[in-house]
């Protein structure tokens, strides 16, 4: 216990230093800000970035109500903006105090628990979305704590409604957090349906769909054309106009996505492989490449095995919840990297697993190798929590001792001040980057830039051109979609800025040119 009260001490220190005032870079996050401000100014649940303001339609409101209490105490942009990430550090130390709170109640092995904690709290992926103000670590808090609540629940013959109702509480919040959160809310109601079916069970079961009711009632109501829904049939998000999947389609993207999660997911999970693909969202600074060709594939059938034989034959809730989330994952048209982030505590558990029945297969086949393997593994497993450790606390400390803005954020900053010095507050802006160009301008901003009708629709007086890159597209994602219409309209658009270094392009719009 004294040993994770250092650790989550000397990681919370390592954490805040690792912290940035730059939001936006990985989208999303911008647009839970912004959400979150809506919340916060009591406007509802809307993309006050839009012209309209918009109802938000896509994503739960959970993570936006969180960060609505740091622009309730501090709501001034972008000053705000290490507090927004410091959010995520209080739920990735809250997340590994649960891991090892959790595994020790269960499985009654104290050593176990404390390195699985350990694993998890300098894990690379955990540390660059404990330093982000995304929702990853605060759903992998919650339904962390859902697991082990509903099995404290479980044990007891007669639980208090207070317990109850907590337990209950905690699981549907989840869904109020991720979408994902489905993936828990319909194991734990089949696996408390299997297990029991007396009074107390009903109640627990008829508490969590009151509680995730409303949500379903609202996302039912209000997304009548839900953006998951689209992107869930397109053959790609980035470029919808190839149109919708087969059924062939589908069986393919299903196996590619199998393919991903077993070259890079699930071993990325672990240990961050050599796979370009494990690096999406990671800072290059936490990149641990994989020391040896083709120790990917090794890691990959240890999870793999550890995840499948428990899912077959523990059938624990745990096993339920992963099997019902990668099932939800496989299906999904986007990368696994990030999926995957909630799940890595228990992928942790899954590779223990798997080596420790190898180690007792190798103790029955050579007895006297006993110690030696225990020492080896107890030393592997330090040598990759100091490795991380140290890589990350490196990473930390040049990123406190470098007062330089990157080069990238200085031409952001130079853009941010054009447009605020050079447009009205009621323009209209286009830009794939509409969230945080919303945030750091206070301009209305719409993501359209492929269709002359969306832009004369909205009225957009500008469009605003920055470097994107495409996951299912090939180079600048930006210029991708805009240059067609530039191309059909060539009158209609007339740069007004530029910095060439950066990519960066303004174009103020000749509404009338757009006419057909």
């Known amino acids: 216990m004294l040993v994770l009260v250092v650790a989550l001490g000397v990681a919370a220190i390592v954490y805040m230093l690792a912290l940035t005032p730059f939001i936006g870079d990985g989208y999303d996050d911008a647009r839970y800000i912004t959400l979150a401000r809506s919340l916060a100014e009591g406007k509802g649940y809307r993309l006050l970035s839009m012209p309209d303001m918009p109802l938000e339609t896509k994503y739960p409101p959970g993570w936006p109500l969180l960060l609505s209490l740091v622009w309730r105490i501090r709501p001034f942009f972008p000053a705000n903006g290490v507090w927004f990430k410091g959010m995520s550090v209080l739920f990735t130390l809250g997340c590994v ?3 090892y709170g959790w595994l020790r109640w269960r499985d009654g092995n104290e050593g176990k628990a404390l390195l699985i904690a350990l694993l998890t709290l300098f894990s690379p992926h955990v540390f660059g979305y404990g330093t982000s103000a995304f929702s990853e670590m605060a759903f992998a808090f919650f339904s962390l704590l859902a697991l082990w609540l509903v099995g404290v629940w479980q044990k007891r013959p007669f639980p208090t409604f207070r317990r109850t109702l907590i337990t209950a509480l905690v699981v549907a919040f989840t869904l109020y957090l991720r979408m994902f959160g489905l993936a828990l809310v319909v194991a734990t109601l089949f696996y408390l349906l299997q297990t029991r079916r007396d009074k107390q069970v009903m109640l627990l079961v008829g508490l969590i769909l009151v509680f995730v009711a409303p949500l379903l009632l609202r996302n039912y109501l209000v997304n009548q054309n839900s953006p998951y829904v689209q992107e869930f049939w397109l053959k790609s998000m980035e470029q919808p106009e190839l149109g919708r999947i087969t059924a062939v389609d589908l069986i393919l993207r299903v196996v590619n996505n199998m393919r991903a999660y077993l070259l890079a997911g699930l071993p990325g999970a672990i240990f961050p492989s050599q796979v370009p693909l494990t690096y999406v969202n990671m800072p290059a600074a936490l990149r641990i490449g994989a020391p040896w060709l083709g120790i990917d594939i090794l890691l990959a059938m ?6 499948i034989g428990q899912i077959l034959f523990r059938h624990a809730l ?3 919840y992963v099997a019902a989330y990668l099932g939800m994952a496989l299906l999904w048209p986007w990368e696994p990297t990030r999926f995957m ?11 223990w697993f798997e080596l420790s029945l190898l180690g007792q297969l190798l103790v029955h086949r050579w007895p006297g190798w006993q110690t030696g393997l225990r020492r080896l593994a107890i030393a592997g497993v330090v040598l990759f929590i100091l490795a991380n450790g140290w890589v990350q606390a490196l990473a930390a400390v040049a990123t406190y001792r470098t007062p330089v803005v990157p080069p990238e954020w200085q031409a952001r900053y130079r ?3 054009w447009v605020k010095e050079n447009t009205h507050p009621e323009d209209v802006l286009a830009s794939l980057i509409d969230f945080q160009l919303y945030l750091y301008t206070d301009r209305f901003v719409v993501r359209e830039l492929g269709a002359a009708d969306k832009l004369a629709e909205y009225g957009v007086d ?3 051109l ?9 180079g600048d994602l930006s210029r991708f979609q805009f240059e067609p219409v530039r191309q059909e309209f060539p009158t209609a658009f007339q740069r007004v800025y530029v910095d060439e270094e950066a990519g960066i392009e303004v174009f103020r719009v000749e509404k009338g040119a757009l006419l057909p």
């Not at 982030?341 to 590779?351: A, E, H, S, T």
């Not at 920055?466 to 090939?474: E, L």
Request: charged letters at 10%.
């Open 462 to 464: 500008y469009v605003v």
């Open 97 to 99: 105090a649960v891991v």
């Open 415 to 417: 853009l941010f001040e």
């Open 302 to 307: 240890l999870v793999a095995g550890g995840l």
């Open 341 to 351: 982030v909630p799940l890595i505590p228990l992928m942790f558990d899954y590779f």
């Open 318 to 320: 745990s096993d339920w």
């Open 466 to 474: 920055v470097p994107y890159g495409g996951v299912q597209v090939t």
